[in-house]
């Protein structure tokens, strides 16, 4: 019973790490569908969220499962909720590549990335896809150090981001108001899924260790 | 002691009410401070924001604690999880009050909403306000029809959220980019309240009938 138990609890973990490279290539083809105006990504991008959600929903269920019928105590309790909350964070990372799908989808044939501005997207896509894949290893593998690079990261997108406001606010930003509340929604949007990759991979650390990222002064 | 217990999860179920109302005297704070322009009443609502952060972590760890002490089955067991995500909603709208009241002190002494787009703003916070009322309501009563008025509620603040994309890219706008930036990421958070106050709603009604909101028709 009880190694039947410990499977369970292994096959959470590899459903939420599968989960995690499933919202990865989510924000890498909302990402593609914005820079290069494709409305069919967009779409696919959209219609594919379904699969992020009824992913959630099958973790959830089995947590809720083990956790009703194994009554588990201490660490394992605390990686079942922990398990809870890391599908919640996943699901919401899925709709924000939604919803820079559908601020793409809703300017093809233009894009909604004015030219001066696409370096400064494409790095915050990149970032924030980097830092999604960063969280699957941290959950695969439990590593605690993987947090550290994850707040470096989290630096950067705030960086890049005061950058891309300095760019639209300036006198000389000659595109007008539509692109400007384009970039400022797909700025917060990449920042978000920045946030919930760091919430991740406190979520872990503090499984890992019983410490918080702060005590553990990465 | 399982009267003692009862008691316990009793008191969560208050803390949880209590707590809603912070949040919602944040978002009304964030609000005044946002179409007052008072950078006092911002710097508050920010300072404040710390009891909502600990008022989370109090709950948790009592829910925490009666999950590991008490190994409650079906419905206490629902309960208690449902509580942990309840206050990680909770702790997300106080932020979001906080984003409100960072907005207004960033551009005092000027406000950040011009004339035109007050009643919209002024009937976001209004509907956002409320809804946070509406959900104390509900978690205290677990009242399943007052999720159907935030149902209708949420749907209002879907309409003044385009109808503040109307007036900002409509081509007789005169006040530039830096407003319609503001005006568009402060619609964000007030619908991101309101989204979190339906998730809170769904949540009570699922403990209380076992059934999510679209099976009930609402």
Not at 51 to 64: K, L, N
């Amino acid at each position: 019973m009880r190694d039947a138990y410990f499977d369970q609890l292994d096959s959470i973990v590899d459903d939420l790490v599968a989960m995690t490279y499933e919202v990865q290539h989510a924000v890498r083809e909302a990402t593609k569908a914005l820079l290069t105006a494709d409305a069919d990504i967009a779409e696919k991008v959209i219609s594919d969220d379904a699969a992020i959600d009824a992913a959630r929903e099958r973790i959830e269920a089995r947590s809720f499962e083990l956790l009703a019928l194994q009554q588990p105590v201490a660490k394992d309790l605390r990686m079942l909720v922990a398990a809870l909350r890391m599908v919640a964070d996943l699901e919401r990372m899925g709709d924000l590549s939604v919803h820079v799908a559908k601020v793409a989808r809703l300017r093809v044939p233009a894009t909604a990335v004015p030219e001066e501005l696409v370096p400064t997207i494409e790095r915050m896509a990149t970032v924030a896809e980097k830092m999604v894949g960063t969280v699957a290893g941290i959950i695969a593998e439990r590593d605690v150090d993987g947090a550290r690079q994850l707040e470096e990261d989290d630096e950067e997108m705030d960086s890049l981001r005061r950058s891309s406001f300095r760019l639209m606010l300036d006198d000389s930003w000659p595109h007008g108001v539509e692109p400007a509340v384009d970039i400022a929604l797909l700025g917060r949007y990449y920042e978000r899924i920045a946030d919930h990759a760091v919430s991740l991979a406190r979520r872990v650390v503090y499984l890992v260790t019983g410490k918080t990222v702060s005590a553990l002064e990465l």
